[in-house]
């Protein structure tokens, strides 16, 4: 799949994120059937057989949709389960596969033998060069106000940065809380935006009630990153951290990374999100949410060439 391909099969080039224990089968194929990416994380499936349980409906039930759906590999040397999942994808042949925390090295041959792309999650420059190197057709450039695993750069600098030696799709994400901020990414150089937070509370969401109430109520200054929890910076909601007994002034030293451990003790319970927590303000389905994402990036493109008009652009 090209470029021009991708984005000609999308309503808005807009990916809903991967997200741990909140993506699933509802909130993928409601992303693509309102025309956008919808993508969960492998992780998110105890076994392999429910993970193919997961892949067959999933193609199943967007197999005429106007968007498409990804898969999410985390590609860590301590993952033992990569091994199986990547057969599964070899056996589903989902367009799109988004490696993260590890080269994507060992996905690329699999998923271009059938046709597909791979698009590896980066959080700096020499990530970015490493992966383009590998052969990625895309990088997924995570900045600061993403929510999970987060990076530190602002989205436009990492846009500038990357652009300056890749031609080919990138995918940005971080504190993009609406359409506006869509157009400005694309503007920028992005082909595609990562939006997490955004979809958090949608109802199709496997966020639990308590989750997704947070999130509504929530604002940035309610967020925290460290890298206590997993060993990698995540943009924590403090609330949440609260309530299972951490200080929150005091997380103590780094945690040792360890992907292959169960992941779920630490997320179950601990809830992260971005800084586009403002744009939520309640519980709706996402074929809403993608409504009004797509009047707002309207309206932003009539603005972009208002004020070229007005700057000289005549």
């Known amino acids: ?9 999308l309503r808005l080039p807009v990916v809903a994120a991967p997200m741990f224990l909140v993506s699933g089968p509802e909130l993928v194929i409601a992303a693509a059937r309102s025309g956008i990416v919808g993508a969960f994380p492998t992780p998110n499936c105890r076994t392999a057989e429910q993970l ?45 596969v988004i490696t993260a925390l590890g080269s994507p ?14 698009l590896a999650d980066v959080v700096n420059a020499a990530l970015a060069q490493k992966a383009a190197a590998a052969g990625a057709d895309g990088l997924v450039a995570v900045s600061s106000g993403a929510g999970g695993h987060t990076g530190q750069l602002s989205p436009f600098a990492f846009l500038s940065i990357l ?7 990138i995918c940005v994400g971080g504190g993009i809380a609406d359409g506006h901020g869509v157009a400005g990414a694309i503007t920028a150089g992005a082909d595609l935006v990562y939006m997490g937070t955004r979809f958090l509370a949608s109802e199709e969401s496997m966020a639990a ?9 929530a604002q940035a200054h309610d967020l925290l990153v460290s890298d206590a929890i997993t060993g990698t910076p995540a943009s924590w909601l403090k609330p949440s951290l609260v309530a299972a007994g951490y200080d929150v002034a005091n997380l103590g030293a780094k945690a ?3 992907y292959g451990a169960d992941p779920a003790k630490q997320w179950r319970d601990l809830w992260s999100a971005g800084h586009g927590l403002h744009a939520t303000t309640s519980i ?14 309207d309206a932003a493109a009539g603005r972009i060439a208002e004020i070229r008009a007005l700057a000289g652009g005549k």
């Open 1 to 9: 799949m090209t470029r021009d391909e991708l984005l000609g099969r």
């Open 52 to 96: 193919d349980e997961w892949m067959t409906r999933i193609a199943a039930e967007t197999s005429e949709a106007p968007g498409l759906w990804a898969a999410n590999l985390v590609t860590h040397s301590s993952n033992a389960q990569l091994g199986d999942h990547l057969e599964l994808v070899a056996k589903h042949r989902p367009k799109i």
């Open 105 to 118: 090295a060992a996905v690329i041959p699999v998923v271009h033998s059938y046709g597909g792309i791979v």
């Open 163 to 169: 652009r300056s030696f890749f031609d080919g799709i």
């Open 209 to 217: 009630p308590a989750y997704k109430q947070m999130v509504v109520d």
């Open 256 to 258: 040792e990374r360890n």
């Open 284 to 297: 709706e389905p996402v074929s809403a949410i993608v409504d009004e994402l797509a009047q707002d990036f």
